[in-house]
Nanobody, 125 residues
Framework: QVQLVESGGGSVQAGGSLRLSCAAS????????MGWFRQAPGKEREFVAA????????YYPDSVKGRFTISRDNAKNTVYLQMNSLKPEDTAIYYC??????????????????WGQGTQVTVSS
């Protein structure tokens, strides 16, 4: 079965860095996009970054552009999120997701079929 497992979360000071990993298994993701979302208490799940598995096309919202970088290692079936210059408002549970390219939206939760369990990121001031 399809499984996405996140790791790499933790607690850092503002301005610090973390790298999250998402190990994907259970199918071939060639025709999928891989995304990262985050959710803070009392807030909706928010788009963070996306990359198409085969083509490597990148998508970021303005809130993280220039600070976060999504990448993938096809040989390891792993997607990464490098987070630099972290801010307290980045504190959230971060989720890895996979969605079919046939779905129109890459920046909303409706564009994704599979989700990981999440990993906590806490940024203190």
């Amino acid at each position: 079965q399809v499984q996405l497992v996140e790791s790499g979360g933790g607690s850092v000071q503002a301005g610090g860095s973390l790298r999250l990993s998402c190990a994907a298994s259970g199918r071939t993701f060639i025709n999928y996009r891989m995304g990262w979302f985050r959710q803070a208490p009392g807030k909706e799940r928010e788009f963070v970054a996306a990359i198409t598995w085969s083509g490597g096309n990148l998508y970021y919202p303005d809130s993280v552009k220039g600070r976060f970088t999504i990448s993938r290692d096809n040989a390891k079936n792993t997607v990464y999120l490098q987070m630099n210059s972290l801010k307290p408002e980045d504190t959230a549970i971060y989720y890895c997701a996979a969605g079919r390219l046939s779905v129109a939206s890459s920046t909303t939760t409706r564009g994704y079929d599979y989700w990981g369990q999440g990993t906590q990121v806490t940024v203190s001031s």
